[in-house]
């Protein structure tokens, strides 16, 4: 795929190791390491594919931007993630298995643009199903009206 460029947003222990890799493979006019981004949620719009390589995650509000983005989604197969990845229509891979992202990040880059764009559609409608913030006011409301019940 030599047209895919890799922006990676966040800050780590890992950075050096990362650049010297990036570096050593002649991947520094591909591979770019944008660090810290204040307010990045609004670059999202430009990226084709989301990937969240997250060890540990609770609630992946970087996730639910990308799914408003209508991006395809990957992400690593922990629990907070793979509830909301798979069943809207994003894939998901092994923590720590660079083969099975590489093999994951292979197939959506394979897809036609059209193919893609379906699997964006499906995640934002899925967020807009399951998390949308009326049903949220929903549920607050309908849980503090219970606790008050059962005074």
Same mark, same amino acid.
Request: hydrophobic content about 35%; charged content about 30%; aromatic content about 8%.
């Given at each position: 795929f030599p047209d895919v460029l890799i922006a990676i947003i966040g800050e780590g222990k890992?950075?050096?190791?990362?650049?010297?890799?990036?570096?050593?493979?002649?991947?520094?006019d591909k591979v770019f390491l944008l660090g810290n981004v204040d307010?990045?949620?609004?670059?999202?719009?430009?990226?084709d594919i989301w990937i969240m390589p997250s060890h540990s995650e609770g609630l992946p509000l970087a996730l639910m931007e990308a799914m408003t983005a209508k991006l395809p989604i990957l992400t690593t197969s922990i629990p907070s993630m793979d509830y909301i990845v798979r069943p809207a229509?994003?894939?998901? @891979?092994?923590? =720590?298995?660079?083969?099975?992202?590489?093999?994951? *990040?292979?197939?959506? &880059?394979?897809?036609?643009p059209e193919q893609r764009a379906e699997l964006g559609d499906q995640s934002f409608k899925y967020l807009q199903?399951? @998390?949308?913030? =009326?049903?949220?006011?929903?549920?607050?409301?309908? *849980?503090?009206?219970? &606790?008050?019940n059962d005074r």
């Open positions: 890992e950075r050096k190791t990362l650049e010297d890799e990036i570096a050593s493979l002649g991947l520094s307010g990045a949620a609004r670059y999202v719009k430009a990226f229509g994003g894939k998901c @891979f092994e923590v =720590q298995n660079p083969d099975d992202l590489a093999k994951v *990040l292979s197939n959506c &880059l394979k897809l036609t199903t399951h @998390f949308s913030l =009326q049903r949220y006011r929903n549920e607050y409301q309908s *849980l503090i009206e219970r &606790l008050l």
